[in-house]
């Protein structure tokens, strides 16, 4: 991969009204060739972000740059970037061909070049013999896939995608997921990618930033973000969580005692509570408790079954635990574990380095 | 290939069945048709049909001298006619004394041939005068016009009961005596002039609404909702207003004394004894009927443009191509069957348009309407007005069979 901040987002600011800011001094730096994803929930501003990279949007204050050049002053038409819309925002009065030669005729790329490029667009979606179909003779997978297609066939160098998989049915949208991704593979095209799907954000891309507030929460690779959230939000937007509200009452090396609001103390690993007195919310993943553990664990603790919630191939336990009766433990399907009833009491075990002190929500 | 009868369940075949349990739905379905079907062919198709019939109808003379062209059935129309002629128009023409009803047949007569009028007059006046026997003499007597044959084939020649001569005289067209299909003498011609003016005045004034409201179409279309709908009230009150009401605003504001006239002399464009006259002529018409018919156009624009993805113009632009050309190849081709629908719509209630024309459009700015009108309420000749409100009829379903087959009826978008 080349240019280490080949797109560049340097303190954007963005307001609509003037009075209130969309994107919030945001700092953002892509790889040449990367995947990264913008997540985050609506109104976080991540389609903002984009908009103003594709340059329907012009930032209020700061500055973008594409490979080393301010773009502000560039019209949307004259950036070069591959773009493809929630809607697919296809031509429905145009055939296919004619979709994905727009981009090449308004070049003014010869035909039989731009018949190359067309063709070798298409195959690329696999949809070859689809040229002379008008869009609305498409299911909605194939018509992503033109979109997909069109945003690529006149080779840019940076993508943008913008909720392109919303409006597909959930098998489908898993399978573009994953064409997507071998797409982005091959031919090493930068991708910026917006969705509010974390599963999509996880499975596709190198790097993920998380938005709220118009603000970048984290931007890691997705285990990271799974693994190790840098605050709450993200810890709670990503995956799974559970979550205990308490007070630092101890810091020894890499591990803390948190007070809870119900009196009990637990051990966990300080990540943005690091001092005595300070109030916290421990982050805990479901999977991450275990059980009647059969080795030592810093946290042991007696719950008992709310609910049992079958799953096929898992089952899910609510457990009132340490005052906190939404306590979610994920159990593996297996012959052994066929004693789990409602209103059981159970030991359950953790780490306190799986256990993030997180602040306070 | 004979296919199986499928039965339903009690064993009557399944068609029936069917037919059965729909029989009610169909019958509330056609009694709530009903009423508007009898209304739209009471008001509706019986007065059209009798419009169509009244134009081509021409029995009036065969009834009002139905002796004369019986006894004219054996005439060869060379020569003069023999007595039972001649004696045949004295009973029809002393029948209609008698009942004091010979003034409809002047000007008919007179329309066949000019020279009637003074001709059955006269000899109207002298017909007591008149004694049995000998008829065909007395006649040339009264008036030497009964001896000369073009007066008799004249009469004869209104003799058919049906007769498209309305329409002719519609297009400046007549009958000559041997009939021939001839154009009216040059300074009588004033219909093509009248239909000239009228396709004229309806195709500028498409084109100004289509101009005017292209643009605030998409303005609509694009503003946010807080905006678009005070502009589609803007667009919509005058609308909801009396026809007469705007019209004769126009008229306070075109008048030569009117406000539109001060601004122009206050800007001095014009010296103030030299103001424009801005009504009562082809100017008024244009104008007021552009405001006029401009939501008629805006409408079906804006719902097509409605539904236009502002994302497309977006697209479009990520490709590469410019304002310009993306507007040119993408935003415009999408618009045209609002565009069709709103000039189809605009032209043909262009076309027939009668009440602003009629105050504003003064002897210059008279549409055809107008003289429909006229010969509806001034000169009693139905028949013609008739016969131009035909030809208007027809030349609408022409506009609309050839908009068809351009662009394609169901290509057609009102909203």
Redo the contacts between chains.
């Keep these: 991969m080349g240019n280490d901040h080949f797109v560049r987002f340097e303190n954007v600011d963005k307001s609509y009204d003037g009075k209130q800011l969309v994107v919030k001094g945001l700092n953002l730096d892509i790889e040449e060739g990367e995947f990264v994803t913008m997540l985050g929930p609506s109104g976080s501003g991540k389609t903002t972000c984009l908009m103003m990279l594709?340059?329907?949007e012009t930032p209020t204050n700061g500055q973008i740059y594409l490979d080393n050049k301010v773009i502000s002053d560039i019209?949307?038409?004259?950036?070069?970037?591959?773009?493809v819309?929630?809607?697919y925002?296809?031509?429905?009065?145009m055939t296919v061909y004619e979709n994905l030669a727009?981009?090449l005729r308004?070049?003014k790329i010869p035909k039989d070049e731009a018949d190359k490029k067309v063709d070798k667009a298409l195959s690329m979606v696999s949809l070859q013999g689809f040229e002379a179909r008008m869009p609305m003779q498409l299911s909605g997978g194939q018509q992503q896939r033109v979109a997909v297609a069109?945003?690529l066939v006149?080779d840019p160098k940076l993508v943008?995608m913008d909720e392109p998989l919303g409006a597909l049915d959930k098998n489908l949208r898993e399978s573009m997921q994953y064409e997507i991704k071998h797409i982005h593979e091959s031919i090493g095209v930068t991708v910026v990618y917006v969705t509010h799907d974390q599963t999509e954000a996880l499975t596709m891309s190198n790097r993920i930033a998380v938005f709220n507030d118009g603000k970048v929460q984290q931007l890691s690779s997705p285990d990271e973000l799974y693994e190790r959230p840098v605050n709450s939000f993200v810890a709670e937007f990503i995956g799974e969580n559970n979550t205990f509200a308490g007070e630092v009452s101890d810091v020894e090396g890499d591990k803390c005692k948190i007070k809870l609001n119900s009196g009990i103390e637990i051990l966990a690993n300080p990540i943005v509570a690091k001092s005595k007195g300070e109030k916290t919310t421990v982050s805990l993943r479901p999977e991450r408790a275990l059980i009647d553990p059969e080795s030592e664990m810093d946290n042991n603790h007696k719950g008992k079954i709310e609910e049992v919630i079958y799953h096929g191939d898992h089952t899910r336990l609510r457990v009132d635990l340490l005052g906190n009766k939404e306590f979610i433990l994920k159990v593996p399907n297996s012959s052994s574990r066929m004693d789990i009833k409602e209103g059981k009491e159970i030991n359950i075990g953790w780490n306190s380095v799986d256990c993030r002190a997180l602040d306070p929500k | 290939m004979s296919k199986e009868q499928i039965l339903s369940s009690d064993g009557i075949p399944l068609e029936q069945s069917l037919k059965k349990a729909e029989r009610k739905n169909k019958l509330k379905a056609v009694l709530l048709v009903a009423p508007l079907f009898l209304f739209i062919l009471i008001i509706y198709v019986f007065p059209i049909g009798d419009m169509l019939f009244r134009s081509v109808d021409d029995r009036m003379i065969t009834k009002m001298l139905p002796k004369t062209f019986k006894a004219m059935e054996s005439w060869d129309g060379q020569d003069l006619p023999d007595e039972p002629v001649y004696k045949a128009i004295y009973e029809d023409l002393k029948y209609l004394k008698e009942n004091k009803t010979y003034g409809k047949i002047i000007a008919r007569l007179n329309y066949e041939k000019s020279g009637f009028s003074s001709l059955i007059k006269k000899t109207v006046r002298k017909l007591k005068k008149i004694e049995e026997g000998n008829y065909k003499e007395q006649f040339i007597k009264i008036h030497k016009r009964w001896g000369q044959p073009e007066y008799l084939v004249a009469l004869r020649n209104a003799a058919p009961n049906w007769s498209y001569a309305k329409y002719l005289k519609g297009v400046d067209m007549r009958f000559d005596q041997n009939k021939n299909i001839v154009q009216v003498e040059e300074d009588r011609r004033i219909y093509k002039i009248l239909w000239m003016r009228t396709i004229n005045v309806a195709f500028w004034v498409t084109l100004f609404c289509f101009v005017l409201a292209y643009p605030i179409s998409h303005l609509l279309a694009t503003l946010p909702m807080k905006y678009s709908n005070l502009l589609m009230i803007c667009v919509l009150l005058p609308f909801w207003t009396s026809l007469l009401v705007r019209t004769s605003s126009w008229m306070v504001l075109l008048q030569q004394q009117g406000p539109i006239n001060d601004l122009i002399v206050w800007l001095g464009l014009a010296a103030d004894d030299n103001r424009p006259e801005l009504m009562y002529n082809v100017i008024g018409t244009f104008v007021a009927m552009t405001q006029i018919l401009l939501p008629f156009m805006v409408l079906p624009l804006y719902s097509v443009m409605k539904t236009i993805s502002p994302s497309l113009m977006r697209a479009g632009k990520s490709l590469g191509g410019t304002p310009l050309v993306s507007f040119v190849k993408i935003y415009f081709p999408l618009t045209i069957p609002g565009i069709g629908a709103g000039c189809l719509l605009v032209f043909i209630l262009a076309i027939g348009y009668y009440i602003t024309p009629a105050l504003v459009g003064g002897a210059s700015g008279s549409l055809i309407s107008n003289t429909i009108a006229y010969h509806m309420k001034s000169s009693l000749d139905w028949a013609f007005a008739s016969a131009l409100g035909t030809m208007l009829l027809v030349g609408v379903l022409a506009i609309y069979w050839v908009y068809n087959k351009l662009v394609g009826i169901d290509n057609i978008k009102l909203g």
């Design positions: 594709a340059g329907f019209p949307p038409h004259k950036r070069g970037i591959g773009m819309f929630q809607n925002a296809l031509f429905p009065h727009f981009p308004v070049r069109r945003s006149f943008l």
